[in-house]
């Protein structure tokens, strides 16, 4: 599986800002989809996340905030983020899990990452 994200760049404080990520390859093996961000000397941290079938499930700092859907026909997940402030500032990545073969080894794909900046 591959991951291509898009979307980011440089907003105000206060503002939204709605990044994309497709995939691509054996769609069939992906078992959930999410998004990470890593800000500069941090770790990189879960955004938002869900299995098929499941709700997404979201990190307390940004719940309320943001929102991530999917489009299967498209094989697109989105992360819409709203209310934005400095602190999410970072690159952010969009995650596959999932497993493939016939012995179901799973694998964990990553975008390329895109980052979004937050004015004060």
């Known amino acids: 599986v591959q991951l291509q994200a898009s979307g980011g760049g440089l907003v105000q404080a206060g503002g939204s800002l709605k990044l994309s990520c497709v995939a691509s390859?054996?769609?069939?093996?992906?078992?959930?989809m999410g998004w990470y961000r890593q800000s500069p000397g941090k770790q990189r941290e879960l955004v938002a996340t869900?299995?098929?079938?499941?709700?997404?499930r979201y990190a307390n700092s940004v719940t309320g905030r943001f929102t991530m859907s999917r489009d299967n026909a498209k094989s697109t997940v989105y992360l819409e983020m709203n209310s934005l402030t400095p602190e999410d500032t970072a690159v952010y990545y969009c995650?596959?899990?999932?497993?493939?073969?016939?012995?179901?080894?799973?694998?964990?794909?990553w975008g390329q990452g895109t980052q979004l900046t937050v004015s004060s």
């Open positions: 995650h596959a899990g999932g497993a493939t073969g016939w012995d179901a080894v799973p694998y964990d794909a």
């Open positions: 390859g054996e769609l069939d093996s992906i078992v959930g």
């Open positions: 869900a299995a098929d079938g499941e709700d997404t």
